[in-house]
């Protein structure tokens, strides 16, 4: 397995980046903005003759790349969920400073948060679907979520820093 390394890129994004079996050096940069730059990049043990590349891709563009570069089944089948109207199936990659980690994934519904689901946690190789609620997070697992866009948003910041906004009822009384 290919060994990816993971850096928050603060007001940017995340960069995820990897060492090719032939010592090339790959990498992603995922902009908060949506779009995407696939980059090639080297250090200085690779010396002075290494060619950079850094190409920018659409959000469209990234998944046409990805489905490419061979995509899994899962993604296949839920790239035809996402075609549902108000389904949104989005991934959240846990960080160490992320409220969730080290924690157990818990319900969302109790704590007001209806209609939406983990489909599954992924640990390393391993999928782990529809988990309970007291599966334990760790940093490095990837959760599988789907719900409307709002309520997904509505958890991944929920996961990002243990707080959990309400919106007031639009119709309820001044006080309540």
């Known amino acids: 397995m290919v060994d990816v390394r993971r850096v928050k890129l603060p007001g940017v994004g995340v960069l995820h980046t990897f060492i090719t079996a032939d010592g090339g050096k790959c990498g992603v940069i995922t902009h908060r903005s949506g779009h995407s730059d696939l980059i090639t990049f ?3 043990a ?3 003759d290494v060619t950079k590349v850094s190409l ?4 469209d563009e990234a998944h046409t790349l ?5 995509g899994t089944r899962i ?3 839920l790239s035809a969920l996402e075609q549902v109207p108000g389904l949104s199936i989005d991934w959240f990659t846990v960080d160490y400073d992320d409220h969730i980690a080290g924690q157990p994934l818990g319900d969302l519904g109790a704590l007001g948060v209806v209609g939406l689901t983990v489909v599954a946690v992924v640990r390393g190789d391993a999928a782990n679907p529809a988990p ?6 760790f940093p490095g697992d990837t959760l599988v979520v789907a719900g409307s866009p ?3 948003a ?4 929920f996961y990002r820093t243990g707080v959990l906004k309400h919106r007031a009822a639009v119709d309820a009384p001044p006080g309540s």
């Open 42 to 44: 080297s250090d200085e």
């Open 46 to 48: 690779d010396g002075d």
């Open 56 to 59: 920018r891709l659409s959000e």
């Open 66 to 70: 990805a489905e490419l570069l061979g």
């Open 75 to 77: 993604t296949e089948s």
């Open 132 to 137: 309970s609620g007291d599966f334990k997070v």
């Open 150 to 152: 709002e309520k997904v």
């Open 154 to 157: 509505k958890a991944f910041a």
